[in-house]
Structures are given as structure tokens and as C-alpha cells.
């Protein structure tokens, strides 16, 4: 159903204009499956319902009749919910939405619930913010296809916006990474081509995400990448992803030069695509391609292509990193798995999805037909081991000590050319230098 062919009434999270004669406290909640009305707890200011009322270009508002029919009575309000431990913070810059824990009283099941401040929300002028992450996760979410995390409900009350998503008990990308130092190339390998069948879906359902990071890939109870966090997405009019003019969106690891461009100034599904290699980079070596000491920093070396590659970076995962993350600001399009001078087929064609003959891993060569219902393999480390344990149980002692370990990395070799050290015990990122 396209978006003008539903009536202002049944928007998703916003409450009825007060002169529509219906009760003013009624907060509005909905699902990917339909929408329902209960009672709320205040009338919100009419500035807040025009801002929350309006609609992004091309956002979906339903999802096929198939879909099975919830009883939102169980999910339309904080009442519905008994709170736990805070899990996470969003992505939107300034504004730091909290994901905490919520079991439903009626059904005892746990989920995960995002909490958006209003004030903070108009404050920051991020309203569109989470009227696109509802859209898209409307459209994405719904359980369409099993990279996205699940998106059940949305309501507010008098002081914030609440979105309540499927949990993810393993954590994010990020975290495990982290956890292990490096990936074995059995790992990088499944969780690589996870992201890109998940990405070229969302592709095809004309919505660019601009923000990919290991942060906003969840892994769920059977180690299944989900992508989260669309507060920063597009979500195309008739599907339409070519580049077009954006102001900043992303983060400064994992923007594309395109973006940086002054001239240019687009993003694209390549922009994306951008992101995935540097995902892949991230995987394999604990830290981001572009790392510096601050963001500035990290753009010069985005506008300049300036990476290393440790000695002994996996050949074929080395060969996907360079096509990905091709330069090109005026061509963004020469990256592989971009149209019109490749395509999706020829990305997931290419030779690092193969697999080794030599690998005993179930997942030495990706089947892409079965690639959300085969096992997910052993996580191991890879190229680089994790940090020594820290005694201290302070977790921003230990959050101050990855940092540093992994700011310690991405120093060496800035230069190029330094030999790694392939010994059990140490690893540096040394290596041949990119420009």
C-alpha cells in the first residue's frame, strides 16, 4: 500500500490531532501487522504531533495480508512491560536513544526496547530520525528476510518514543570481534556474506542504510547477523538508489570518500558497499581500515585511501577488501556488486566466498541458498589474538584498555612496510601499504 493511500489516523506511533474528536490522552502504537489505540498517560504538545506525524518519501505503511494478526493490547504501552538492565545505546549522534531489556507481562517474553527521548529528540532536531527508523524498520523488519532485526510495536507516552525489537542475546559484531582479537576466515567469510545478502535485500526494497558498522550488526541465539539502527537510512521513492546529493550521515571509521567530497557530497548503494569492505577489513584484523587519533584524521585518510594490509591478511579476503573499497569519488559505481559496471551476482561470485577445498568448516564455501539455515561455524580468533585479560572488573577500565590496545594496532605500519611478526604471541599489523 503506498504511503499516501493511508490516512493520517493510522500512522504509526503518532496520536490522534485532539480535534479529530477522539480522546486526546489515547497514545497510538503499532507493528508491522496493523495499528491500535490505549490509553496513555498525557497530551502531547501539537508541535510534537505535526513533527511525528510526517511522512518520509516512499515509507512503507503496511506489510502483506499473510502477515499473522498480534493482539497489540499486550504491546502498546510502557505499562505492558516489566524493565530490565540497559543493553545498549543507539547510533544517532547526538542523540543516544537507551535499549533495555523488557519482559512482556502478558506473554513473559523478553525483547528488546528502544527508548527515544522527545525532548531530546526536538532538541537535537532528530524527529525525522525516528520517523525513518520506524518506517524502515516497517519495511525491513517485518520478517521479510532473516538479516533484519524483528520490529514488533510502537507507542509513546507523554516523554518518549518506544520501539520494540526482537533481542539479540549474542551482542553485536563489534563485541565479538572485540572478545577475540581477530576472526578466523571460517568466521569472516559467514558473517561477510550474511551482511551482503542482508544489504542487497534492503537494496531491493529501496532503502540505503548509511550507517553500516560491526555496532549495528547484531547476532542473534543462533549466531545470525542482524542489521539494527536505521536512524540514519533513505528509504528511495520508487525504489530509486542512485546517488543523490546528502548532507553527513555515518560514522567517521566507515564513511565513503564520496561523502567527503565537497564537490560531491552523494550517497549511493555503493556507499554501503563502501562500508562492507571496511567491515570485512575490521573483522580480520580487530580494527577499522581507516583507524587514526580522532575523526579528522580519519577522513584525510579516507579521501587518501590510505590503509595497510598486514602481511599475512587473508588473499582472497585482501582481493574483496580492494574492490570494495575502491576510491572513485566520481565513479563510485567501479566497486564491486555496484551497478552499472557490476552487479550483486558478480559480488557474491567472487573467489572469497568460494571457500578452500583444504577447510573443514561447514562454511568454507558459502551456498547462498542455505546460507541463513547452515550452522554457524566455531568462533575462533584469527590473525590477531585478543588482549590479555584486565584483573579489574571496572568495565570502563576495560573499555579504556581496548581502546588503547586497538589504537596501539593501528599505529603501526601508518607508515608501511613493517614485517609482521607471525608468531603465536604477537601480530602486527604490518604490512604492504595501500594508496
Given amino acids: 500500500m503506498p504511503s499516501s493511500s493511508v490516512p493520517p489516523s493510522a500512522r504509526c506511533g503518532v496520536l490522534e490531532d485532539p480535534s479529530s474528536g477522539r480522546n486526546p490522552h489515547q497514545t497510538r502504537s503499532c507493528s508491522p501487522d496493523r495499528v491500535s489505540t490505549s490509553a496513555g498517560s498525557g497530551r502531547q504538545p501539537p508541535w510534537l504531533l505535526s513533527k511525528l506525524g510526517e511522512e518520509s518519501r516512499g515509507s512503507p505503511r503496511s506489510v502483506p495480508a499473510s502477515a499473522p494478526v498480534r493482539d ?61 527508523e520506524r518506517d524502515a524498520l516497517l519495511l525491513l523488519g517485518s520478517g521479510g528476510h532473516p538479516g533484519f532485526i524483528r520490529f514488533y ?24 570481534v572485540k572478545k577475540y582479537g581477530s576472526l578466523s576466515l571460517c568466521g569472516a567469510r559467514y558473517f561477510t556474506a550474511q551482511i551482503v545478502d542482508a544489504v542487497q535485500w534492503m537494496h531491493s526494497k529501496g532503502v540505503l542504510h548509511r550507517d553500516l ?32 546529493t546528502s548532507t553527513f550521515v555515518g560514522s567517521a571509521a566507515y564513511v565513503c570518500p564520496e561523502l567527503l567530497n565537497r564537490d560531491w557530497k552523494s550517497t549511493s548503494k555503493s ?4 562500508a562492507v569492505g571496511c567491515i570485512l577489513y575490521f573483522i580480520i584484523t580487530g580494527v577499522p581500515p581507516f583507524m587514526a587519533a580522532n575523526d579528522y584524521l580519519s ?45 550483486p551476482s558478480e559480488l557474491r561470485a567472487h573467489k572469497f566466498f568460494a571457500g578452500n577445498a583444504e577447510e573443514a568448516q561447514p562454511t568454507s564455501r558459502i551456498d547462498w541458498d542455505t546460507l541463513w539455515t547452515d550452522p554457524a561455524p566455531t568462533v575462533d580468533s ?9 584483573e579489574s572488573e571496572d568495565e570502563q577500565a576495560q573499555e579504556r584498555f581496548w581502546d588503547d590496545f586497538v589504537h596501539g594496532f593501528s599505529s603501526v605500519g601508518l607508515g608501511g612496510g613493517h614485517k609482521a611478526d607471525t608468531s603465536p604471541d604477537s601480530r602486527e599489523l604490518g604490512g604492504e601499504h595501500v594508496q
Fill in 72 to 132: 497489540l493490547n499486550v504491546m502498546s504501552s510502557p505499562e505492558d512491560f516489566r524493565f530490565g538492565k540497559e543493553i545498549g545505546k543507539g547510533s544517532w549522534s547526538e542523540v543516544l536513544p537507551e535499549v533495555v531489556e523488557a519482559e512482556s507481562l502478558a506473554t513473559s517474553q523478553v525483547y528488546a526496547v528502544k527508548i527515544l527521548s522527545k525532548s531530546m529528540l526536538v532538541a537535537q532536531k532528530k524527529v525525522k530520525s525516528a520517523t525513518i
Fill in 153 to 176: 510495536s510502537a507507542f509513546q507516552d507523554s516523554t518518549s518514543l518506544y520501539l520494540v525489537l526482537e533481542l539479540a542475546p549474542n551482542g553485536d559484531l563489534r563485541q565479538l
Fill in 213 to 244: 558498522k560491526p555496532e549495528n550488526i547484531l547476532l542473534d541465539s543462533t549466531m545470525r547477523a542482524r542489521v539494527t539502527d536505521f536512524g540514519t537510512a533513505y528509504i528511495a521513492r520508487n525504489l530509486d538508489l542512485s546517488p543523490r
Fill in 271 to 274: 556507499s554501503d558497499l563502501w
Fill in 299 to 343: 577522513f584525510r585518510r579516507i579521501e587518501a585511501l590510505d590503509y595497510t594490509f598486514p602481511n599475512d591478511f587473508y588473499p582472497d579476503a585482501k582481493d574483496l577488501v580492494q574492490r570494495l573499497l575502491k576510491l572513485q569519488v566520481l565513479e563510485p559505481s567501479h566497486r564491486l556488486g555496484s551497478d552499472p559496471r557490476s552487479s
Fill in 382 to 390: 584469527g590473525l590477531v589474538r585478543p588482549p590479555p585479560p584486565v
